[in-house]
C-alpha cells in the first residue's frame, strides 16, 4: 500500500515539475483580451507636442488633477518598478503603464500570438520623455491626429482637431487595463487584476454605473479659461490611495440578543470587489468594545483578501472579498460591560514580508506607506 501511495505521489510530482518547466510566468498571449500599445501617434495639427504639460496650458485644471493623480506616476511609481523588475520586464505590464507606443523604446510582435515568443525591435519614435508621464493625457484621448472626447458637439471653437467617442462614457475605457486576462496552465476565471469582470455584476452594475461614476467626480467647468462651462468630470481617479474613496465601502449593522452581537458588513459602496486589483492587497476590520471608563476591549478582527498559487498552475486558494451588494455577518460574544462597539479599518498594500522581499531582490528604494488607517473608531449603531 505504502508503494502504491509513494508510486502516486511520485508521479504527481512528476507531472508538476513538467508543468512549471513548460510554463514560465512571462507567458501571456496576444489577444483581443489583452492590453495592446496604442499605435504610434503623431502630433496633431496646431498642438506643441504630445506632453501633458502643453496640454495643460489650456486646460489647465484638468492637468493639474492628473498631476496628483496615480495615472501620472504609472511608469515612476516605485512599487511598479520594483515588481517590473520582479516580473523580469514583462510586456503586458507596460502596455497598461505606458499605454501610448511613442512611449515604449521596443516594438513588440509575435507570429505565434504569445509573449514568450516575442519579436523586439527599436522604437525609432520612442519618446523618453513622455515615458516618464505613464497614462498621460494622450494615452486616451489621441487617436489619428484628432483629440476624443465624451462630447457629441463640438459648441468650444477648438483650436485643434476634435471628435465624439462613446467610449468615454463606457466601461471599456477603463477595463481595457483595469482587467488582465489570465496566462496559460491557470484554473481561474478571471486574471490576476479583474476589476473589470468584477464591476460587471453586482449592486452598481444593476442601477447603470460605469467607472466614471466613482473614480471621476462630476464637475460643471470650462475646459480652457475663457470658453462657458459645461458639464465634465475631474481627471482624479481616487482609488485605494485615497482614504476618502476606502470609506464610501462598508456599511455596518449590529443587533444584540442576549448573548451575542450580531454585525452585518456590507459592500455598499465600491462597484467591484474590495479590495481590488494587485492580489497582494487586503484589507483587515478590527471591531473592539469600548466601556463607560473609555476601556478596550478587542471583540473580532476579519481579513478581506484573495490568495492565488502561481506555480505550476495558477488557481484561487482562498477568496474572502465581498462582491459589490453583498453582505458576511459575524456573531461576537456580547461584552458584560455597559458601552459602544467600534470598528478601525487599514487597508494593506502587501505584507511586511513581501515589502522586504522587494526591497532586498529588486530594488525598491522608496514606497509609499503600505498600511493605511481608513477607518477611525468608527462608532457602529446596536439594535
Known amino acids: 500500500m505504502k508503494k502504491r501511495i509513494l508510486i502516486v505521489l511520485s508521479l504527481i510530482f512528476l507531472l508538476l515539475a513538467i508543468i512549471f518547466f513548460l510554463n514560465p510566468r512571462s507567458i501571456y498571449k496576444l489577444s483581443d483580451k489583452t492590453a495592446q500599445f496604442i499605435p504610434q501617434q503623431a502630433i496633431p495639427e496646431e498642438l506643441i507636442s504630445l506632453k501633458a504639460r502643453d496640454c495643460g496650458v489650456?486646460?489647465?485644471?484638468?492637468?493639474?488633477?492628473?498631476?496628483?493623480?496615480?495615472?501620472?506616476?504609472?511608469?515612476?511609481?516605485?512599487?511598479?518598478?520594483?515588481?517590473?523588475?520582479?516580473?523580469?520586464?514583462?510586456?503586458?505590464?507596460?502596455?497598461?503603464?505606458?499605454?501610448?507606443?511613442?512611449?515604449?523604446?521596443?516594438?513588440?510582435?509575435?507570429?505565434?500570438?504569445?509573449?514568450?515568443?516575442?519579436k523586439i525591435t527599436d522604437n525609432p519614435g520612442f519618446d523618453p520623455d513622455?515615458?516618464?508621464?505613464?497614462?498621460?493625457?494622450?494615452?486616451?484621448?489621441?487617436?489619428?491626429?484628432?483629440?476624443?472626447?465624451?462630447?457629441?458637439?463640438?459648441?468650444?471653437?477648438?483650436?485643434?482637431?476634435?471628435?465624439?467617442?462613446?467610449?468615454?462614457?463606457?466601461?471599456?475605457?477603463?477595463?481595457?487595463?483595469?482587467?488582465v486576462p489570465s496566462k496559460d496552465f491557470s484554473l481561474m476565471n478571471e486574471g490576476v487584476c479583474s476589476t473589470g469582470m468584477e464591476s460587471n455584476s453586482g449592486l452598481w452594475s444593476a442601477k447603470g454605473f460605469v467607472c466614471q461614476d466613482?473614480?471621476?467626480?462630476?464637475?460643471?467647468?470650462?475646459?480652457?479659461?475663457?470658453?462657458?462651462?459645461?458639464?465634465?468630470?475631474?481627471?482624479?481617479?481616487?482609488?485605494?490611495?485615497?482614504?476618502?474613496?476606502?470609506?464610501?465601502?462598508?456599511?455596518?449593522?449590529?443587533?444584540r440578543s442576549e448573548d451575542t452581537l450580531t454585525i452585518t458588513i456590507t459592500n455598499s459602496g465600491a462597484g467591484h470587489k474590495a479590495p481590488t486589483g494587485d492580489p497582494d492587497r487586503f484589507i483587515v476590520l478590527d471591531f473592539f468594545w469600548e466601556d463607560e471608563n473609555g476601556q478596550h476591549i478587542p471583540l473580532e478582527s476579519i481579513e478581506f483578501k484573495r490568495q492565488i498559487v502561481w506555480q505550476p498552475i495558477m488557481f484561487v486558494l482562498s477568496d474572502n472579498r465581498l462582491a459589490s451588494g453583498e453582505s458576511i455577518q459575524l456573531s461576537i460574544d456580547r461584552p458584560s460591560v455597559s458601552g459602544n462597539l467600534y470598528v478601525n479599518g487599514t487597508y494593506h498594500v502587501m505584507?511586511?514580508?513581501?515589502?522586504?522581499?522587494?526591497?532586498?531582490?529588486?530594488?525598491?528604494?522608496n514606497e509609499w506607506d503600505i498600511h493605511r488607517p481608513f477607518i477611525k473608531k468608527q462608532k457602529i449603531d446596536i439594535h
Open 58 to 118: 489650456c486646460h489647465s485644471e484638468i492637468y493639474q488633477e492628473w498631476q496628483t493623480s496615480l495615472h501620472s506616476k504609472a511608469f515612476t511609481d516605485p512599487f511598479f518598478t520594483a515588481y517590473l523588475k520582479k516580473d523580469k520586464g514583462d510586456p503586458t505590464c507596460l502596455v497598461c503603464h505606458t499605454p501610448l507606443l511613442n512611449q515604449s523604446p521596443v516594438i513588440l510582435s509575435s507570429d505565434s500570438g504569445n509573449y514568450h515568443d516575442l
Open 130 to 179: 513622455l515615458q516618464q508621464e505613464g497614462v498621460t493625457c494622450v494615452s486616451c484621448h489621441l487617436k489619428d491626429g484628432i483629440i476624443y472626447g465624451p462630447y457629441k458637439k463640438n459648441t468650444l471653437n477648438s483650436p485643434h482637431p476634435v471628435a465624439y467617442d462613446e467610449k468615454f462614457l463606457k466601461k471599456s475605457q477603463c477595463q481595457q487595463c483595469h482587467e
Open 214 to 255: 466613482c473614480h471621476m467626480p462630476s464637475v460643471t467647468r470650462p475646459l480652457m479659461k475663457g470658453y462657458p462651462a459645461r458639464e465634465g468630470r475631474k481627471h482624479l481617479w481616487p482609488g485605494a490611495y485615497s482614504s476618502q474613496q476606502l470609506q464610501k465601502i462598508f456599511t455596518f449593522k449590529a443587533n
Open 351 to 365: 505584507t511586511d514580508r513581501s515589502l522586504k522581499r522587494l526591497k532586498d531582490k529588486f530594488e525598491l528604494k
